[in-house]
Structures are given as structure tokens and as C-alpha cells.
């Protein structure tokens, strides 16, 4: 798990340890540890395995005023909107009308994408540039250039 002193948002000490996906998707969903195998299962020695982003991903880089607040606000209004997603196993259409629906669903995305960024803390590499981060901290709002694709794999075939 990759700790910070400070908050990754708002600067603010001491920091708590944030669930990458929320605890409702891992009871909605099932939790566990997940693994990923990939090559050809027909030449000896091709397969490669590797540990995937699981559900139980943690990370401690917001403070308790973030993650019980702003953030909290993001999941719980995704939440509704993920679990359509998620019962109908299917791509659904978000409204084009402002009713809020797809800019919930963008808000939340990009502050998950945010923590899966911290969960795989490399050194001075940042997937989310620092400014980006402050702006949408500011703003609660994706960069207008970002594009947000949310997607779901059911399995191998």
C-alpha cells in the first residue's frame, strides 16, 4: 500500500487509508485478490501470471475530510448508475441531457483513477499530473480534455 504525509488533494495531515474501489462495489461485486494469466497454454513455459488491480486495492494518500466528504459525495452519487451498470452486464446509454447522470459517473471515475494511480506508486511518475489533480480538487470536474472509458470484463471466452 502507498502512503503519503500529506493529502494528495487538499495538502491536509494525517492521511487515512482509502479503499481504491469502495467497500459497497466489493459487497455488490464479491472481494477478492485477483490474478491475471496470460500466453499460450499450448508451448511449455509461454504462460506468464501477474497480480491484478484487485477490489481489496488500499491506498493511504487523502485525509479524513476528503475521503469522508467530497469524496464519499462522488461515490454515493455513482453508486445507483454502477449498480445499473454492473445488474444489466451490459453498456448503457447516459443521458445526453444534463440531469447529472454522466457527469457523476466522469467525476467518480477520474478520482478512481486517481487512487489506482497511487496504489501503483512509481516514483515520479504520475499517470494524473499534479496540476491536473489540484484543478479537478478545485473544480470537482475532469480536465476538458480527458476521456473516460468505463468498461467491464466478464471472463475469458
Known amino acids: 500500500m502507498y ?3 500529506e493529502c494528495v ?3 491536509a495531515t494525517p ?3 482509502e479503499d481504491v474501489w469502495p467497500k459497497w462495489i466489493g459487497r455488490y461485486l464479491g472481494r477478492r485478490p485477483t490474478r491475471q494469466v496470460y500466453g499460450d497454454s499450448n508451448r511449455r513455459g509461454s504462460l506468464r501470471s501477474f497480480n491484478t488491480l484487485s477490489n481489496l ?3 493511504k494518500v487523502v485525509c479524513k475530510t476528503c475521503n469522508g466528504g467530497w469524496m464519499k459525495g462522488l461515490e454515493d452519487a455513482a453508486n445507483p448508475i454502477l449498480k445499473r451498470m454492473f445488474d444489466e452486464q451490459i453498456a448503457i446509454r ?3 441531457s444534463d440531469d447529472g447522470t454522466r457527469g457523476a459517473l ?3 471515475a477520474y478520482k478512481t483513477a486517481v ?3 497511487y496504489h501503483y506508486r512509481v516514483k515520479g511518475i504520475d499517470v494524473v499530473p499534479q496540476t491536473a489533480m489540484r484543478k479537478f480538487f478545485a ?3 475532469p480536465p476538458e480534455t480527458c476521456v473516460i472509458f468505463l468498461v467491464s470484463c466478464l471472463g475469458s471466452s
Do not use: E, F, N, Y
Open 3 to 5: 502512503k503519503t504525509r
Open 9 to 11: 488533494w487538499c495538502g
Open 15 to 17: 492521511t487515512t487509508i
Open 57 to 59: 486495492a488500499k491506498a
Open 94 to 96: 447516459l443521458p445526453r
Open 106 to 108: 466522469a467525476r467518480w
Open 115 to 117: 487512487m489506482v494511480q
Open 139 to 141: 473544480t470537482k470536474a
